[in-house]
T-cell receptor, first 116, second 114 residues
């Protein structure tokens, strides 16, 4: 079974600075998808970024980028120019590419605080 | 294009009652996933349904929980004889036709069992 580990329960960053959230995973599969979801106080789950394992290029979405290290099974999220609206819980998630086994496996989350 | 809809947003039940949670997927989506989030925890997969079929129910508790996604209407997650430990946020997600597509989440239903 796949597992996802987020070893930082809480992180804080000064507004406008850069912060990196860590995520590692364990799988025996070679093809899969990785995601970062944001959960603000409203508790809505919002997709931040997605990475396909077969792609070597790291995904980016505006101020959000990932460092995907497939051999190390590491998938960190970098938030540049942090803004107050980035304050939230961030969840890393894994999904198999096998048809029918499409459930997302989530880590326990990192609570990000933005310091004005 | 409306997103994933869930209702009710908040539900209070007494122990022993039944809870019915509804999920309407995004327009054009026929694949639905249910997840549960206990307080201070991450989301845990419960069940994956396609129209009229249960594809994967490996995360569903063996008793009291059931799910359906009929040909017409929303997907329903049903919890019979609720207990305090069922108090949680229940999220529904949907995706489009191809397995590679991203799952998009609804706002969740917060169930409180008194």
């Amino acid at each position: 079974a796949q597992t996802v580990t987020q070893s930082q329960p809480e992180m804080s960053v000064q507004e406008a600075e850069t912060v990196t959230l860590s995520c590692t995973y364990d799988t025996s599969e070679s093809d899969y998808y990785l995601f970062w979801y944001k959960q603000p106080p409203s508790r809505q789950m919002i997709l931040v970024i997605r990475q396909e394992a077969y792609k070597q290029q790291n995904a980016t979405e505006n101020r959000f980028s990932v460092n995907f290290q497939k051999a190390a099974k590491s998938f960190s999220l970098k938030i540049s120019d942090s803004q107050l609206g980035d304050a939230a819980m961030y969840f890393c998630a894994y999904r198999s590419s096998n048809f029918g086994n499409e459930k997302l496996t989530f880590g326990t989350g990192t609570r990000l605080t933005i310091i004005p | 294009n409306a997103g994933v809809m869930q209702n009710p947003r908040h539900l209070v039940r007494r122990r022993g009652q039944e809870a019915r949670l509804r999920c309407s997927p995004m327009k054009g989506h026929s694949h639905v996933y249910w997840y549960r989030q206990l307080p201070e925890e991450g989301l845990k997969f419960m069940v994956y349904l396609q129209k009229e079929n249960i594809i994967d129910e490996s995360g569903m508790p063996k008793e009291r929980f059931s799910a359906e996604f009929p040909k017409e209407g929303p997907s329903i997650l049903r919890i019979q004889q609720v207990v305090r430990g069922d108090s949680a946020a229940y999220f529904c997600a949907s995706r489009g036709a191809t397995p590679q597509e991203t799952q998009y989440f609804g706002p969740g239903t917060r169930l409180l069992v008194l």
